[in-house]
Structure formats: C-alpha cells, structure tokens
C-alpha cells in the first residue's frame, strides 16, 4: 500500500497540502476506460487519464449535473454525455461556456496509487446561460 | 459606406441565432456595431426551456442567451417590440414596421417559425407553444385536477406532456400516428417513448384520425373514430411554419424556407439567413430545413466566421436533444437516414438504456439515444473520421465504442 507521505512536501507556494491527500483509485483502474468516478470527501470527482497524466475536476456538469465521467474522452478533451458540452480537464473550462469545473491536483504514486488533493485548485463556477446545447462550432 | 472592417451588422429576429451570431462575430473579431431586431417584448432566451424548466417551474434559471452587461461591453444593440418589414438592399437598410430604417451593411436575417395553427380552433383554451408569453399562460392552466390534451405527439407535445403531468394535472395525447415521436426517432426509440409516457400515466389516444375539434367557453371537445373526449384546456402542437414574410417582401428565393447556399447566403448579397427560417443546402444532406438550436448555433456561428473574415460552411451531422420526464434523448444524423440504412441496437431502448446506430455501406450515418449521449459523442467522431465498424461490433456491449476509432486503417 503506498502512504500518502511517501510524497515529498510541496516547495511552491500554490501547492495544496499533502498531508491530506486522498487515495481514490489505482492508476490500472484508469487503463482501459480512461476515466472514472471517485469520491473526494463528499465531491463526486472524475478521473481522466490524458496523455499518461491523470487529470482531476468535478464530475457533476456545470450545465445539468449530469456525470463526467460516464462522457467521453476525445481528443483530449471531455464530452458531457447530457447536453456534449466540451471540457478541458486541465482547466475545467467549457469551450465557448461561461462557468467551470472545480480542478483538483492530482498525484500517481510509484506503486501507482492515484491520489487526489480534497481542496481543489481552481473552484468551480456556475455557468449562466450561453447556451443550452454544446457551443457552436468554432 | 462604412470601411470594411467598420461595417454594421444586423439580425432580423432576436432569438437563437441572433444570440449565437452576435458572441461569435465577437469571438472572430468582428469590429463593426452588431444590431438584434427582435418583435417579442424581450431579448434572446432558450426557446426549449419553454416546453421543459421555464413550463414546469417557472423561473427564469438559465433562460436568458444574452444579458444586458454582455451586450453593453461588446457593442452588441438589443432592440425589442420591433417588426421589421423588409430588406431594402439597394439602400442597405432594414425597415421597420413604424417607418423608422436602420442601417445595414451585412444582414442575418433569423425569424424562426410559427406554430400551424388549425382552422377555427382559437380560444381562451386552446394554446400555441413558440413564446415565453405562450409558455407562461399555459403553465398557469396546469395545475391538478385540470384535465389537459395535447394535439400532436412529437417533441414538443410529448415535452409539454410531460410538464404538464409534472403539475398534476391529467393529461390526453392525441396523435393519428401509433407510435410517438417514431416518425423523427425511429420506430424503436417511439416504442421505448410511448411506454415511458404510457407508464408515468399519460392516457394516449394514439393512431385515430381527429375529424372535429370544437373549443367552447367549457372545454373543448376533440373527435375521433373511437368516440368524444372533452378537455379543459388543449394544446395544439402540430408543428411550425418559417416566417418567412421579410424575405419574400424583401426579394429573397424562397421556398420550404428562405433558400441558403452551404455558407448561408441568401439570393442577395451580403444578405445570409440561418434557423428555423432557413432552408439551407447542407454538404451531406442537401437542401433542408431543420428546427434545432444546435443546428441554428452552428449555422450562426458558419455565418460569423464568413462575415468576419474566415468562410465556413455549416456542415456538420445535425444534432439535437430532448429531455422527456427526467430522461435524455439524442439524435445524430437523423436527417439524412435512409430506409436502407441498417439499424443496430447497443443496449437496450426498451429499458431507456440505450443506441439505435444507422449503418450504410459500413459507415455510421446516424444514431439516437437514449440516456446514452455518450455513444453519440463517439458516433459524430466515428462519422467525422470515416472510420468503418460492423454491426456486431457496435450491438456488442463489451467493445468499447472508443476503441473503435483507434482501428482507422480497416479495409472492408
Ligand atoms: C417550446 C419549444 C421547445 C423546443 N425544444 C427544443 C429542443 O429541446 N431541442 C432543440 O434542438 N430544439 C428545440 N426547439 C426548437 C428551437 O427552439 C429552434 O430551432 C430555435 O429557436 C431556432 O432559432 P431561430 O433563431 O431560428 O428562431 P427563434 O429562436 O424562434 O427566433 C426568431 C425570432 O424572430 C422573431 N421575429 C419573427 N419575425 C420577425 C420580424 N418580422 N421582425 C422582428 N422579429 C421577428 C420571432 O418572434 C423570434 O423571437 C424548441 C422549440 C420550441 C418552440
Ligand atoms: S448536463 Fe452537461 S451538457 Fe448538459
């Protein structure tokens, strides 16, 4: 079992607090469907496995709090299953959407323990109403 | 003449795509003053929201496209309660029904459509879905005990259905087809709806021809072959019809709608059309006029690009959704099916749980879903890409449709 203090404390500024990292998954949970659902404290968040990096945000849709994870993953970038609403997991935005997804830092350790910081990086933020179907094509 | 990069652009008709076309023109850079002309007392709001959140609970959560700080902060002018009569191309001027003109070097024009009304079938209780106006009168007379029918059993006389029976009131869907929603959705998926309907307890007169509705100060009495029921209030939803008044007064082609090549140009320069209004000539479909916001955005935004410098085509598989009860349907495609197409099935519709996808020559042209909005986000890559799939291997459950696009170099 890896411990979460097996990481080594952060040196920036920014970083969130190690000492209350969560472990949600093992990196082999994300292998195959490269994404999935946790629980973070009482936040359902979604895992997305982009480019051998494991991402973190909210899984409850800014839009219609539908589940992120149940979307899909293409091209780097998260397509809601309610309403195909795009995010970048890295940020959390929505492509031509005002409002955000919560970001959370995210660490795999050696023994591939997927843990997940519980305060996230950047918040979440409602969206107002551009649009009720995914944005037109730029 | 303003200089190109100071032009002014004006919408005809503040709905979807005015709102779509005013942030993308922005988006792209677009310099020149953006004017909205719209007849209806407010500005752009989502029209869907109007059979769903806006007609079972009122509110107004997400309902505006554009708030007023938006439009201030991007130069973008709203004007309301204002029906404009025509295109005056020559003078470059959009006229209005009080005589007043404005300016217009680029003009959307971007009316929508009106409910068909039927003949004689007016009153206190009879109601016509497209406003908020509309909307909110008819949620006044949905409450229990009310008794409510619905003429027509497509996507909006299901939705409203729907909302209705979400406020306790008793509702009776008429429709001379046997099936909902099967002419847009396929037969399984009408199958799968009707059922959802029939089990939330919607009574469904389905599949009789109606010979006579007679409105009175009681009610309003709806005949079919199989006898006379009586209804508090009912709702007429038996489709639209494009306005398309401006555009003949102004000179424009019109047809089934107001003709549009794949960019949106109408028959005049610098004159484009998008939405509901437009018949556009669609790179896979050909000449069609559809009634989706998804489909209005996506020509709007094709129109801004074209007008702020970078010429698109709106040519995407259409789209769109529709929430009945809590369940989420989606379609992909469905516009160019053919009776040929091969239907496969993933997972279950009966159980609200799954794919139709439509196969042609091993390549996907189409699917709906239900609850499986998913499936289709990798259907339009599936689509897009040209990637072939088989029919078992989109009915089996255990290949993931993902790593379908990954075996590009399949040859059939
Ligand atoms: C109740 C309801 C529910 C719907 N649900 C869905 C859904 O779930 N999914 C989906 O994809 N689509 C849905 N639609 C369809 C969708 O709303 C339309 O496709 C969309 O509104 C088209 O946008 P538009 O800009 O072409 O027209 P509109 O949004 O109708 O805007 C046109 C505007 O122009 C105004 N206008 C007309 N003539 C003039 C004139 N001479 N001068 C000034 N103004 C004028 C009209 O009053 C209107 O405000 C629904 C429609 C309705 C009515
Ligand atoms: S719920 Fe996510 S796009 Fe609508």
């Given at each position: ?14 970083q969130p607090d190690t000492d209350s990292w ?117 | ?150 003429l027509g059993g497509g996507f909006l006389g ?105 960019q949106g140009r109408t028959s005049l320069p ?143």
């Amino acid at each position: 079992m890896s411990e979460p203090t097996a990481i080594s404390p952060a040196p920036v500024v920014d970083q969130p607090d190690t000492d209350s990292w969560v472990h949600v998954a093992e990196l082999k949970d994300l292998a195959r469907r490269k994404r999935k659902q946790v629980t973070v404290g009482s936040c359902p968040v979604a895992l997305f496995l982009v480019d051998d990096e494991v991402l973190a945000v909210d899984d409850t849709c800014i839009h219609q709090e539908r589940s992120l994870a149940k979307g899909t993953l293409l091209n780097g970038q998260v397509i809601c299953p309610g309403h195909q609403w795009k995010f970048d997991p890295r940020t959390g935005e929505a492509e031509d959407q005002d409002g955000r997804l919560a970001t959370y830092a995210v660490q795999v350790t050696e023994e591939g323990a997927v843990l997940v910081a519980p305060q996230p990086v950047t918040p979440r933020e409602a969206t107002t109403s551009d649009s009720a179907t995914h944005p037109a094509g730029r | 003449m303003n200089p190109v990069s100071e032009q002014t652009l004006v919408v005809v008709g503040a709905g979807h795509v005015a709102a779509s076309a005013a942030r993308a023109l922005r988006r792209r850079g677009f310099a020149g003053p953006v004017v909205l002309i719209g007849d209806e007392p407010v500005g752009p709001y989502q029209r869907p929201h109007l059979s769903k959140e806006r007609l079972s609970a009122g509110g107004d959560d997400g309902l505006w496209l554009l708030t007023p700080a938006w439009c201030e902060a991007n130069d973008v002018t709203l004007c309301t309660n204002s029906t404009v009569e025509r295109i005056a191309a020559d003078t470059g001027s959009v006229l209005l029904a009080d005589g007043s003109s404005i300016p217009a070097d680029v003009v959307v024009l971007a009316t929508g459509g009106r409910p068909r009304r039927l003949p004689g079938v007016e009153g206190e209780r009879v109601h016509y879905i497209r406003t908020l106006a509309d909307s909110d009168r008819l949620r006044e007379r949905l409450s229990t005990g009310r008794r409510i029918g619905v003429l027509g059993g497509g996507f909006l006389g299901s939705e409203i259905a729907a909302a209705a029976l979400g406020r306790g009131a008793e509702v009776v869907v008429f429709d001379r087809d046997p099936v909902l929603l099967a002419r847009a959705m396929g037969a399984d998926i009408g199958a799968a709806l009707t059922g959802l309907h029939q089990r939330r307890g919607i009574d469904l007169r389905l599949g009789q021809a109606i010979s006579e509705i007679r409105p009175s100060a009681d009610g309003v009495t709806v005949v079919t072959e199989s006898g006379r029921e009586t209804v508090d209030d009912l709702v007429v939803c038996i489709g639209i019809q494009p306005n398309t008044e401006v555009a003949v007064s102004s000179g424009l082609v019109v047809g089934n709608g107001v003709e549009v090549d794949a960019q949106g140009r109408t028959s005049l320069p610098n004159v484009f059309a998008a939405g509901d209004v437009a018949a556009h000539d669609h790179p896979l479909y050909g000449r069609v006029r559809v009634e989706h916001v998804d489909v209005a955005q996506r020509q709007a935004a094709a129109i801004a690009a074209t007008v702020a410098g970078r010429p698109s085509t709106a040519g995407d598989a259409h789209w769109f959704w529709t929430d009945q009860y809590d369940v989420n349907v989606q379609g992909l495609g469905l516009t160019g099916l053919r009776p040929t197409d091969t239907v496969v099935t993933r997972g279950s519709l009966a159980d609200l749980d799954g794919t139709a996808f439509w196969l042609r020559d091993g390549l996907l042209v189409g699917g709906a879903s239900i609850e499986r909005g998913e499936d289709l986000s990798v259907a339009r890559e599936l689509m897009d890409l040209e990637i072939h799939v088989s029919a078992e291997q989109l009915a089996d459950e255990s290949v993931e449709l993902e790593d379908l696009l990954e075996q590009e170099e399949v040859t059939v």
